[in-house]
């Protein structure tokens, strides 16, 4: 089992930044891709950014893409979301999640654990 715990959400205007943090415990952390998803209010989950087990590739979403960082630091077991510049569609509840696999990230069904997520929300 790995567990997930998700902070640094908040309320935050158009053009400000926030850094997300998910802090994981149980399993190796280092045997883990990571993702980020985000889900709003009446939408479906969405796949946001992901990063490889040693942080050496990454992908995101052609939204967030040139705004958001997705980094993480294996001695600390916690992966983060920087994310500048955002939008009032950004408005979101925010998950990280950990995957077994090293493909597919963008697909939720590749993603064994999940976190309850932290609230983001960006104000016009």
């Known amino acids: 089992q790995v567990q997930l715990v998700e902070s640094g959400g908040g309320l935050v205007q158009a053009g400000g930044s926030l850094r997300l943090s998910c802090a994981a415990s149980g399993r190796t952390f280092s045997d883990y891709s990571m993702g980020w998803f985000r889900q709003a209010p009446g939408k479906e989950r969405e796949f946001v950014t992901a990063?490889?087990?040693?942080?050496?590739?990454?992908y995101y979403a052609d939204s967030v893409k040139g705004r958001f960082t997705i980094s993480r630091d294996n001695a600390k077991d916690t992966v983060y979301l920087q994310m500048n510049n955002l939008k009032p569609d950004d408005t979101a509840v925010y998950y990280c999640?950990?995957?077994?696999?090293?493909?597919?990230?963008?697909?939720?069904?590749?993603?064994?654990?999940w976190g309850q997520g932290t609230q983001v929300t960006v104000s016009s």
């Open positions: 990063i490889s087990w040693n942080g050496g590739r990454t």
């Open positions: 999640a950990a995957s077994p696999y090293y493909n597919n990230y963008a697909f939720t069904k590749q993603y064994d654990y």
